[in-house]
């Protein structure tokens, strides 16, 4: 008897060790090979259509996307590069991380969004003139994730947000409103991307 409960209360135990190794593993997949990207946490709740992931704390270099049209997405990519660029000459090379964020803010109709470019650990960042681009730290927190297909456009961005937040309402769970991220894996030259939308808890 006694063993039959202990083993009720193993195997839970047991799948949620298991599945947080898999998602170590899973980030890994997600981060593809060779790229680097922030560590972090999967809490565990069966039949939930997301994921919730406890980011560490996290530094990235950010700049501003100064509207929804594509020359300014692609103006905001070229400052960063041009940072890492500039970082490089100075002999401090940033590696490559990943995933590139998108943070949205909707406030009264408008869209407001930073871009920013994961930055690893102990990574050393030269003191520069740049104002338009700048060294973010995220503080270690809970975000609720899920990945979605297709072109990434802000349309569907937003909108697959908007499920995600009505998924985590039915949940019971709080988070931050009007704010979205969206998260992209691969270069920004590859055509198929994988890609995830954020929203954090509150
Ligand atoms: C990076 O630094 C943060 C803050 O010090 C820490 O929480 C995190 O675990 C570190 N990540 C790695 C991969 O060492
Ligand atoms: C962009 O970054 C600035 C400076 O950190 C911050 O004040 C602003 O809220 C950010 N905007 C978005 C949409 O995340
Ligand atoms: C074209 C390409 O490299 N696609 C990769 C994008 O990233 C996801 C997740 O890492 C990979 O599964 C794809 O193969």
């Known amino acids: 008897m006694a063993s039959q409960r202990m083993a009720q209360f193993l195997f839970p135990l047991l799948a949620l060790i298991f599945i947080l190794l898999c998602k170590a593993l899973c980030n890994e997949g997600i981060c593809g090979a060779k ?4 560590e972090y946490f999967s809490v565990v709740t069966p039949n939930e259509d997301f994921e919730t992931r406890l980011y560490v704390e996290t530094r990235w270099i950010t700049t501003q996307v100064k ?3 594509l020359s300014d997405v692609m103006a905001a990519h070229y400052r960063l590069q041009g940072f890492c660029d500039r970082q490089k000459a100075k002999g401090h090379p940033i590696p490559d991380g990943y995933p590139v964020l998108i943070s949205a803010i909707k406030a009264a109709d408008k869209l407001y969004a930073n871009m920013s470019w994961f ?3 102990n990574t050393e960042i030269a003191i520069t003139s740049d104002t338009n681009v700048w060294i973010q730290t995220r503080p270690m927190g809970y975000v609720y994730v899920r990945s979605f297909g297709g072109v990434p456009s802000w349309e569907t961005s937003i ?4 499920q995600l937040q009505e998924l985590v309402t039915k949940a019971g769970k709080s988070f931050v409103a009007n704010h979205f991220f969206g998260a992209v894996y691969n270069s ?4 198929r991307k994988y890609k995830e939308i954020w929203i954090p808890a509150s």
């Open 35 to 38: 790229k680097i990207c922030p």
């Open 67 to 69: 509207s929804q049209q």
């Open 119 to 121: 930055v690893p650990n």
């Open 159 to 162: 909108e697959k947000g908007e």
């Open 188 to 191: 920004s030259l590859e055509l």
